[in-house]
């Protein structure tokens, strides 16, 4: 290699350096399609909170952490692919060596309540004693306190967004503000359908929003509660449309975008439905999503959109 050839090369590398300083996110001008797998991990919680403790819902739910999680971990294994799991205190303190295992692949522990109970069903204080109670068994189970947390029910209370962000919680993923897009959420809005709204301030919590069109329950499991049934059953390969079609959308719409999925394992740990997770994988991947943990996106949502400072 001659001299001039070794000087090109140093004036190349100063000016990409030149240029990549010039802006204080580099990644905020790389195309970057994330896809967030995300699993309520309700284990037997969401039956026995729903008044349904006798043996056979029991072993619906047991299903999960019985069949579905192994299933699942050995899914994400084979395609290096890192998830995040929200699981109330109830699922952690009754099946540990399952939610240990969950952690032990390096996937993400979020909070979901203890009892699985909607934080609209509590007061301020029994709100707050609940979501200590369930930090406190993720600390136990993971060896750290949780930053995301998902409401069991997909509700919040109006004392929600405060305490998250007094616990040390960096995000919330309950809420359905938009799709490829997170936000910092408000609090305090005050509704009177009488007058136009008055919205919060928005605080320093990101929100990674839901949908019920990207949950795996309302799709597929079938759900009778008192008068009301939830047919589910849908078929796979239609839902995997609509997933797939959801991804390519955001890949034509936007530069920067997550896609977030919600699947329960005694749910989506069946035949035709985990088949359906690796063929929505296979083709994500084809098309160049990064899959990674909701934590993850997170903290490099926080580096491309400045904090707040108003809390
Ligand atoms: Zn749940």
Not at 65 to 89: D, E, H, M, N
Not at 96 to 114: L, S
């Amino acid at each position: 290699m001659d001299l001039r050839m070794i000087a090109n090369q140093r004036t190349v590398r100063s000016t990409v350096t030149a240029i990549i300083s010039a802006f204080p996110f580099p990644d905020a001008r790389m195309a970057k399609h994330i896809v967030c797998l995300t699993f309520d991990f309700d284990g037997i919680s969401g039956f026995v909170a729903r008044g349904s403790p006798s043996p056979s819902p029991v072993s619906r739910g047991e299903f999960g952490p019985r069949v579905a999680a192994p299933r699942l971990l050995a899914l994400f294994k084979k395609y290096r692919i890192k998830t995040s799991w929200y699981v109330p205190g109830h699922t952690i303190e009754s099946f540990p060596e399952a939610v240990k295992a969950v952690v032990d692949h390096g996937h993400e522990i979020g909070h979901h309540g203890w009892r699985h109970i909607s934080p609209v069903e509590f007061s301020r204080e029994e709100e707050e004693a609940e979501l200590i109670r369930g930090n406190e068994s993720i600390k136990r189970i993971s060896g750290e306190y949780a930053r995301g947390y998902r409401s069991p029910g997909w509700d919040l209370s109006p004392n929600s967004v405060e305490l998250f962000i007094k616990h040390g919680f960096t995000y919330d993923t309950s809420m359905m503000g938009d799709d490829y897009g997170m936000y910092y959420a408000r609090r305090g809005d005050v509704l009177d359908l009488h007058k136009p709204a008055q919205f919060g301030p928005t605080t320093s919590l990101v929100e990674l929003p839901i949908s019920w069109s990207t949950d795996d329950a309302p799709h597929f499991e079938y759900m009778r509660t008192g008068n009301a049934i939830r047919p589910g059953m849908a078929k796979a390969g239609d839902v995997l449309e609509n997933w797939i079609a959801d991804f390519d959308y955001m890949q034509k719409t936007t530069d920067w975008g997550v896609l977030t999925f919600t699947c329960h394992p005694f749910i989506s740990g069946r035949g035709h439905r985990i088949m359906l997770l690796e063929k929505l994988i296979q083709n994500l991947k084809a098309k160049g999503a990064v899959f990674q943990r909701a934590d993850r996106t997170v903290e490099e949502f926080r580096k491309r959109n400045k904090v707040p400072k108003a809390a």
